[in-house]
């Protein structure tokens, strides 16, 4: 069954890992190793004695027509190697061009030329990292025009040709089908049984009638169900719940862990009850024995 | 595209930088923010952001205003301000990276002769303003030019130190940048200001090497 842990954050470190269990990983993001200072490196490579560590970048870049920074992909190895993490994930996405960086992930052309540099920089860096690389769909406001593949199309077809796994945002598939106007269960029947290896959950807010992705809320209700209808179709290895602000309300976190793992228990129980057995995962090194640890 | 929602998408980035800078440069930030709100918008125009990091942005709306030329009018007393809450910000960034400084040596009784000098990375800087009254959650819309000041910003840890120095200690630092070798002290008060300066981190001290 897959875990079920938080994003961590620096603010929110203390408490994290005072609730170490219930919380049962954590997942880590690069760019806070590599921009970090000293304190803040110790505290994250302290973790993986603590619970199992999963690694997420956002300062890479994926859809940017350059080469992926070789000296970033380095780091990014280093960092993975010290914290013994299964793969790494990334965004389907751009957040900058030579000489500007929004700090802002931005959705891509759907155009099968840009399929081409994806699937070749997403070939760069699993060689450079040396792991798997997890691509995540992004919530995003505007589209471009003249698309040649829906977003569907895009992330199974970069994950096809590269063998890369997909980390599933519910929360951002929601807010995209309220912005957009698609069926969200429909988007989740087309990935390929078992290509989501991971998931993140969050919670945002409303600017109007646009829903924004803003990780300062309790997942919602919507965003719970279309868990339910990933767990029923994929067996990813950990659900992430995302909250970037707002940790006095750290209690709020903490429901939503609960409320997932009790909808993780319950999909677990219908596949064992219903399903034909599956061949186990086979463990990935220290990863499994900190599985069997955490299910204790 | 959706022209609504790109101005929505571009609100957000933008707030989201400026959270940044704010959480380096809040002094600034809230004057800004307060008495030339219309200079962020400008700033955003003018400095595109080259990256992802705060001190990096923080950086950039230094530079910006800095070079501000008056078109939006802004206080008198900005420039000094974020020069100064710049410097300290600079010097914490440059302490957390480092390993913990050890706690500074005191003036030994048992020295008969010490060396003393102003730490290397000691920032000494210059103002006309009070700029402690602009330190506060409301800010004011200017402050009156007064006798020049100098400002001392020390990195420590737990993040930099700033002193407001009177003229002659601050002269004093300036002719410390060597090791400069003096006899102890045998009055009292030097004794006491040799200690309090090295007590606050201005002066660093070591005994004599033996010959």
Known sequence: ?296 | MDGGRLRTLGRLILAKRLGKIAAVLPATCRCVNRHAPALMQAFATACPPSSLGRQDNARQFHDFILGHRGDPPAPGYLADLVRVEYAAAAATFAARDQPPAPPPAPLDPAWTAFEVRAPPDLRLLETEFDLQRAMVDSPPAELERGRRRQVAVVPGAGGARVFWLEAETAKLLLDLREWIRMKAPDQEDARWTVESLAARGLVELRPCASV
């Open chain 1, 1 to 296: 069954m897959p875990l079920v842990g938080v994003g961590y954050r620096h603010e929110a470190g203390a408490l994290i890992q005072r609730s170490v269990p219930p919380i049962e990983a954590v997942e880590i993001t690069v760019d806070h190793c590599i921009k970090g200072t000293r304190a803040q490196r110790e505290a994250l490579e302290a973790l993986p004695d603590l619970c199992p560590v999963f690694l997420h970048g956002v300062g890479l870049s994926l859809g940017t027509a350059v080469e992926p920074d070789r000296e970033y992909l380095d780091q990014v190895r280093d960092h993975a190697r010290r914290l013994r993490v299964p793969w790494y994930s990334e965004h389907l996405a751009f957040t900058k061009v030579p000489g500007l960086d929004l700090a802002q992930l931005l959705p891509l052309p759907r155009t099968r030329e840009v399929l081409e540099i994806v699937c070749e920089h997403v070939e760069v860096v699993q060689e450079r990292v040396g792991l798997p690389l997890l691509l995540e769909n992004i919530s995003y406001y505007f589209e471009f025009p003249d698309h040649q593949l829906d977003e569907a199309e895009f992330l199974v077809e970069a994950c096809r040709r590269t063998g890369a796994g997909i980390l599933l945002d519910v929360e951002n598939l929601r807010i995209n089908s309220i912005n957009f106007g698609f069926d969200p269960l429909a988007f989740i029947a087309r990935l390929p049984p078992r290509s989501v290896r991971a998931l993140h959950l969050a919670g945002g807010c409303r600017d109007g009638e646009l829903a924004i992705d803003t990780h300062d809320h309790p997942v919602p209700p919507a965003t719970l169900r279309l868990l339910e209808a990933a767990l029923a179709a994929h067996q990813p290895d950990v659900l992430i719940v995302e909250r970037d602000q707002g940790f006095s309300t750290f209690e709020e976190t903490l429901t939503d862990v609960e409320a997932i793992k009790q909808i993780r228990d319950r999909s677990g129980e219908g596949a064992a009850a219903g399903a034909p057995a599956r061949a186990a995962r086979a463990p990935g090194g220290s990863r499994g024995v900190r599985a069997q640890r955490a299910s204790r």
